[in-house]
């Protein structure tokens, strides 16, 4: 039998104890449940390490504020910004109406490596926490709470009672938070938070080309000799800046449960040598059309910002924070509808031609499409449409008559509530 050296031997052991630690971790311990288990009864207490200041526990704030306790780690990025989210809730409201706990979970790289993290961490904008930070050394705290997941809130009522959780953190939690908070420091039970969210932020970048003439792959005068580099500088930024809130409108209407039609926009200028195009022919689409009558600055605010010039682009970062109740505001007084309709478009009179041009006003004047799809008629051997609108069957056939089809007569009839009949002559 081959002998294992000692020195083997110790990093074998040492392995298993890490992954040892990882399984417990995933488990949530050997005697944990899950972090549901606790809501309803006393909070576990704890006492937090020195190294992080004056030692602090749960029953220190029994009978006075309520508690919100947080379970993150260093290597854990949405750990971080849910940190510096509460920071600011805890700036807002002071120690006076609530408390912040954060428990660290890094037992496995040691306290002197969080807390060198934490002073590096300080120097930045986000990095300067004013509510207290303790190190979970043996994973006690995290067993105890039943936490399988980081980040993970715990809401405390000034009763010492756990109240409600939170595992994992998006961009745009932070209005939940405040929300449960609020209802803490009123001593109400909060209610499921996936009710009270009313923003998501969401963080964007893309690179806009600087459009000119180049040579050997290096930007070298802007198309127009009238026009300086900073010219095509402010045009690169502008247009990239509407493309990244036309993404945010997007995603925040994909959150609201509606999808409408955007066409996939290419940035241009991207010819290694030569002269490069300033910008592509593009048609407006369905969102385009929602975008362009919505009132901006109700529904959305940049919170951060970046841009980073090159050569031949601008890197550009944005925060873009969206407001919900004023993003259905708007869909309403649009008259869109989150739940989507389908209609068969069946044409009773129309050359190829005309269908053609039909199909292309659809896509670029048509507000509420969402999708549609091409479907064969074997009884009547023509095509018909599979048109996915966010709008009333009614709503639709009236928007689909205003189309600008050429020199053509349009008539558009709902039949049956299903079928949108379409007819098409000189």
């Not at 006076?96 to 904008?125: H, I, Q, T, W, Y």
């Not at 953190?169 to 938070?193: H, W």
Request: with cysteine; proline share 5%.
């Amino acid at each position: 039998m081959m002998s294992v050296p000692k020195r083997r031997r110790g990093e074998m052991r040492r392995l298993a104890g890490i992954m040892l630690a990882v399984c417990l971790l995933l488990a949530g311990g050997p005697a944990s449940g899950q972090v549901k288990d606790i809501l309803g009864k006393p909070a576990p207490d704890f006492t937090g390490a020195a190294p992080f200041g004056p030692p602090v526990s749960i029953a220190q704030f029994r009978g006075k504020v309520p508690v919100v306790v947080t379970f993150w780690s260093i290597y854990c990025a949405t750990c971080l910004d849910e940190m510096a989210a509460l920071q600011r809730l805890f700036a807002k409201y002071g120690p006076g109406k609530v408390a912040v706990v954060a428990v660290n979970e890094d037992a496995d790289v040691g306290v002197e490596r969080v807390k060198a993290f934490l002073d590096r961490f300080a120097s930045s904008p986000q990095g300067k926490f004013s509510y207290p930070i303790l190190f979970d050394a043996k994973g006690g705290v995290l067993r105890a709470y039943g936490v399988s997941r980081l980040p993970t809130l715990v809401f405390v009522d000034r009763d010492g009672t756990a109240r409600e959780f939170i595992e994992g953190f998006e961009p745009g939690r932070e209005t939940a938070v405040l929300s449960a908070i609020e209802k803490l420091i009123a001593a109400v039970t909060p209610e499921s938070l996936q009710g009270v969210e009313s923003e998501v932020v969401y963080d964007l970048s893309m690179d806009a080309p600087l459009c000119g003439t180049y040579r050997d792959g290096k930007w070298y005068r802007p198309l127009d000799l009238d026009e300086t580099r900073q010219d095509v500088m402010a045009r690169a930024r502008a247009e990239g800046e509407e493309a990244l809130r036309r993404e945010a409108v997007r995603l925040a209407l994909m959150h609201l449960g509606v999808s409408l039609h955007a066409d996939e926009r290419s940035t241009g200028c991207r010819a290694r040598y030569g002269v490069e195009l300033r910008s592509q022919y593009r048609r407006k689409d369905a969102l385009d059309r929602f975008a362009e009558k919505m009132n901006l600055p109700r529904v959305i605010g940049v919170e951060a910002q970046e841009t980073i010039e090159r050569d031949r682009d601008l890197s550009l970062y944005r925060q873009i924070r969206v407001h919900l109740p004023a993003l259905r505001e708007q869909l309403e007084q649009g008259g869109y509808s989150v739940r989507r309709s389908e209609l068969r478009i069946r044409f009773a009179r129309a050359t190829h031609f005309e269908e053609h041009n039909f199909m292309e006003a659809l896509y670029s004047e048509y507000p509420f499409l969402s999708s549609v799809r091409r479907v064969t008629s074997e009884l009547r051997g023509r095509d018909e449409y599979v048109l996915v609108s966010h709008a009333t069957p009614e709503k639709a056939v009236e928007s689909l008559r205003g189309m600008n089809v050429g020199a053509r007569q349009l008539s558009v009839e709902l039949v049956g509530g299903t079928i949108a009949e379409v007819s098409m002559w000189r």
